[in-house]
T-cell receptor
């Protein structure tokens, strides 16, 4: 079974803090993705990565950065958290580069920024 | 660019009744189509997908979806729902030419199955 784990299910941070969200997959997948999920907006892609040390912007990258130092780990960084970044964050992974493989999702991290 | 519209944000239905969750997409290029399901307090998981071949695709738990190219739709149906089908359902597309593995998701439809 593919497993995608996220470091926290719930997180509360203050405005201006630097926030790290961690995602680990155990299936040697090449592709990894970070989404945010908001009611009525569905899932929106923040960043994705095809390989170690490689990243590409998604549809809403502003205010976020990512890091992929190892194949199995993809981190999302909020450099200076703001209240409009309160959301559910979902990580996903899939197999081959550029392939239409099934994306496997983690359980999500619900981030609240006060 | 691609976009996906799920026409209903919530669909309440009684147990054992049929249900249809509607999905329309807009794209200037050919696309692959997906339905994902999110059960309460869980991440998303793939329900079914259309890549090529027969336009009618089925899932293991009784859902089916039909790709209609002329109407740019991929509606999800089930003839008889169970309480356990209560979840949020997301339609998604991915371009075929120059595929990058990226998915574009719709807004989601919450299916509420009542006893």
């Amino acid at each position: 079974d593919v497993k995608v784990t996220q470091s926290s299910r719930y997180l509360v941070k203050r405005t201006g803090e630097k926030v790290f969200l961690e995602c680990v997959q155990d299936m040697d997948h090449e592709n990894m993705f970070w989404y945010r999920q908001d009611p009525g907006l569905g899932l929106r892609l923040i960043y994705f990565s095809y390989d170690v040390k490689m990243k590409e912007k998604g549809d809403i990258p502003e205010g976020y950065s990512v890091s992929r130092e190892k194949k199995e780990r993809f981190s999302l960084i909020l450099e200076s958290a703001s209240t409009n970044q309160t959301s559910m964050y979902l990580c996903a992974s899939s197999g081959g580069r550029g392939k239409t493989d099934t994306q496997y999702f983690g359980p999500g991290t619900r981030l609240t920024v006060l | 660019a691609q976009s996906v519209t799920q026409l209903d944000s919530q669909v309440p239905v009684f147990e054992e009744a049929p249900v249809e969750l509607r999905c329309n997409y807009s794209s200037s290029v050919s696309v692959y189509l997906f339905w994902y399901v999110q059960y309460p307090n869980q991440g998303l998981q793939l329900l079914l997908k259309y890549l090529s071949g027969s336009t009618l695709v089925e899932s293991i738990n009784g859902f089916e979806a039909e790709f209609n190219k002329s109407q740019t739709s991929f509606h999800l149906r089930k003839p008889s729902v169970h309480i356990s089908d209560t979840a949020e359902y997301f339609c998604a597309v991915s371009r075929i030419s120059g595929n990058t593995g990226k998915l574009i998701f719709g807004q989601g439809t919450t299916l509420q199955v009542k006893p």
